[in-house]
């Protein structure tokens, strides 16, 4: 007797059998449909075939955020589909959707001045008790350290020490902070260096609160776009920010640097990045977790430095964005009992989703996390990594 699931009426029998091109496809990467292996999907609505042939990734996500598929191991199960890169390769009504969003992309400037709170008032401003829940003591809301680091705690302080010292911070200097966030780099600067800072956000809840943490200390925090920026400063620093500045700006975004920056100054950039150039996006992450991100690849930098900036130093630390992602899932679980009122079942799987999805972009190696140190053309002093 065939056993069906109980629940809507749109449920079919769990035994229904994958469409062979999904299943095939999902051969390719490692896994299976209802396999024995813990980075194996397990169905529980096979509604999910059909979400996935007519809306790629975006359904597939949107379909485990509705319970229609589990897996014990998420972060194994997009490492391999991932290095396999099946979200490139399904058929041929999401490869229209793909075409459309490019076109759309060559057509529209998603990241113009007039989104630019957008991604605030979407993502980060969404609660600081989940910030908080989930960040170490710094709120650092970026990949860690871990070369020598045991813990969360231990790496964030590592890549604050870090982006210190590649900076060449001295007591007096005025830093710019693009992307300053909950105010943790700031205040680690103002604190250890002696130098007074500016930090600029586009989130007002993290402008409130860092302007809170760093109170008593020589830090201004403001609530503005990076391309209002005025002034001069000794040394710029922007950290996990550049993911939102988008193709069509990144020679606006790195002239907007030049401007600001003595001759003599050194701008550091932390940003996530591809060994590629893709022109498509993950829909999924577009619409649930950051609208309107894509993230550069080598040659996007390149292009946009060239004639602005001399590179000093190119540092690539992707695998440590695994670990820290991974630590920041295991705090949000264990916080999860006092967020749940506030969040919602929904939102708790679609946060899994995220964080694992975004491990597995690190471990297949399809993400890397890099911190270039740039120096305006004509300056004369010699740098020397700190590495």
Not at 201 to 216: D, N, P
Not at 269 to 283: A, C, M, N, S, V
Not at 327 to 338: C, I
Request: aromatic share 12%.
């Amino acid at each position: 007797m065939q056993h069906v699931e109980k629940g809507p009426r749109h449920l079919q029998a769990r035994n229904d059998a994958p469409p062979a091109v999904l299943a095939e496809l999902l051969a390719e990467a490692g896994c299976r449909f209802n396999g024995s292996q813990p980075w194996d999907i397990q169905v529980r609505d096979p509604v999910l075939y059909r979400r996935i042939l007519t809306h790629g990734s975006l359904g597939f996500g949107e379909a485990y955020m509705d319970g229609a598929w589990e897996c014990p191991r998420l972060d194994e199960l997009f490492t391999r589909l991932l290095a396999a890169r099946i979200d490139e390769r399904l058929g041929g009504r999401v490869r229209l959707r793909l075409l459309a969003a490019a076109l759309r992309e060559l057509l529209l400037n998603r990241q113009a001045q007039t989104r630019a709170f957008e991604v605030g008032r979407r993502h980060y401003d969404i609660g600081n008790d989940l910030f908080r829940a989930m960040l170490d003591s710094s709120m650092s809301y970026s990949c860690g350290y871990w070369k020598d680091a045991h813990d969360l705690e231990g790496a964030q302080q590592a890549k604050l020490d870090l982006i210190c010292r590649k900076l060449e911070l001295a007591p007096g200097e005025h830093l710019l902070d693009i992307g300053c966030g909950w105010g943790g780099l700031a205040q680690y600067a103002a604190s250890h260096h002696g130098v007074r800072v500016t930090g600029i956000t586009v989130s007002r809840e993290q402008a409130a609160l860092a302007r809170e943490r760093c109170r008593g200390l020589p830090v201004e925090i403001r609530l503005m776009d990076y391309r209002d920026i005025r002034g001069a400063f000794d040394k710029v620093v922007s950290v996990g920010m550049f993911e939102h500045v988008g193709p069509r700006n990144y020679a606006m975004f790195f002239e907007t640097v030049r401007r600001v920056l003595r001759r003599e100054g050194l701008f550091l950039l932390h940003t996530i990045g591809k060994p590629r150039t893709e022109r498509h996006y993950d829909p999924w992450i577009d619409r649930y977790i950051f609208p309107n991100g894509r993230l550069p690849s080598v040659v996007q930098l390149a292009r946009a430095l060239e004639g602005r900036f001399a590179i000093e130093d190119w540092h690539n630390f992707g695998p440590d964005y695994d670990r820290t992602l991974m630590a920041w899932w295991a705090r949000f679980d264990r916080a999860w009992p006092r967020l749940e009122a506030h969040y919602g079942p929904r939102f708790y799987r679609m946060w899994k989703y995220y964080l694992h999805a975004s491990a597995g972009l690190f471990r297949s190696r399809r993400g890397q996390l890099w911190q270039l140190v740039l120096g305006r053309p004509d300056h004369r002093r010699e740098y020397r990594s700190v590495r």
